[in-house]
């Protein structure tokens, strides 16, 4: 059954989006909205933008850090999506400030999720960086995760948190493992730039494209659209016990080989601490629980978004 068909079987639920103002977030909130979901929106505006809100959602400029204040939000609250993140592998190892900042927000997450007898949480947002470095790919649900940096290991903890709180309170939850996330309104300033984002913040700028190493290492670059169709189909699931699930591609393109399609020179520069080499999803048991597959190739959100920028 769609998700169209139940919406016309049973009231429309009422969805909490946590960092619905940031990049894939807000994203998220206009899919809701367009199926005609009840939406609330908490987001501190740290990287994202009210402008980027849905107008018919509501926006609450608040830190979900601060949870112990905001519990009443959830209340009536039947479905939450945690899409709120704080910086990426880099900063998690320059700031060592930020660690006890994301087990926190783990743990208020769930707290609340109890507190207020929300039942369904339809996302966790997890990362591929659990992953580590492994010996063989594609990379699987049953490889053991060998974090390497604090963001990694943090969402790590998240997951467990996630998967704990359907074992001992029966919620249905889900983690969804994003690899490498990118699409129309990337972050392009500060600790959260991806690759494909600071590569076309830099070619706009007329500056060569910075590689880090060799530039050899690969990624399974993951449209942002395919990844709200996964959240989508997972706050429908019905195997939401507390598993992890990955949302990736399935194909790998290398660093150079980005760098390549958008064109203009490049400088090689150290390699980051904490970065893993390859990162490849097998996502047939997203296949196999959610029915998702993706849809959107990397040449063709590539094309979309050199096409935005006029390059």
């Not at 150290?270 to 029915?291: N, S």
Request: glycine fraction near 8%; aromatic fraction near 6%; hydrophobic fraction near 40%.
């Amino acid at each position: 059954m769609t998700i169209e068909q139940n919406l016309q079987r049973r009231p429309a639920p009422k969805v909490m989006v946590t960092g619905g103002a940031g990049f894939i977030g807000s994203h998220l909130v206009e899919a809701l909205v367009s199926r005609g979901y009840s939406v609330r929106v908490i987001d501190n505006l740290s990287t994202g933008q009210v402008e980027r809100v849905h107008r018919a959602a509501e926006f609450i400029s608040a830190d979900i850090a601060k949870i112990e204040s905001l519990e009443h939000l959830f209340d009536g609250v039947d479905c939450v999506f945690h899409t709120a993140a704080l910086p990426r592998v880099p900063l998690s190892i320059e700031n060592r400030e930020n660690h006890p900042a994301h087990a926190r927000i783990a743990r208020c997450y769930q707290h609340v999720d109890s507190a207020n007898d929300v039942d369904h949480v339809g996302h966790e947002r997890g990362s591929s960086s659990v992953y580590g470095d492994q010996a063989e790919l594609p990379l699987n649900e049953a490889m053991k995760p060998n974090p390497l940096s604090p963001y990694a290991l943090q969402k790590l903890t998240g997951e467990e948190y996630t998967r704990l709180f359907h074992d001992l309170y029966g919620m249905e939850t889900l983690t969804l493992r994003y690899f490498n996330v990118f699409g129309p309104r990337m972050v392009t300033q500060g600790a959260y730039v991806t690759v494909i984002s600071a590569f076309l913040r830099q070619r706009r700028a007329g500056t060569p494209l910075t590689i880090e190493g060799d530039g050899e290492q690969t990624r399974d670059f993951t449209h942002v659209r395919d990844v709200v169709r996964a959240n989508l189909l997972a706050m429908d699931c019905a195997t939401a016990d507390g598993r992890a699930l990955n949302i990736g591609q399935g194909r790998s393109v290398s660093v150079n080989w980005v760098a390549w399609q958008i064109g203009g020179p490049t400088v090689n520069l150290p390699v980051r601490k904490g970065d893993v080499r390859h990162t490849l999803a097998d996502f047939h048991q997203a296949e196999r629980i959610l029915g998702w597959r993706p849809q959107v190739t990397t040449e063709q959100g590539l094309a979309e978004l050199t096409k935005g920028v006029g390059l």
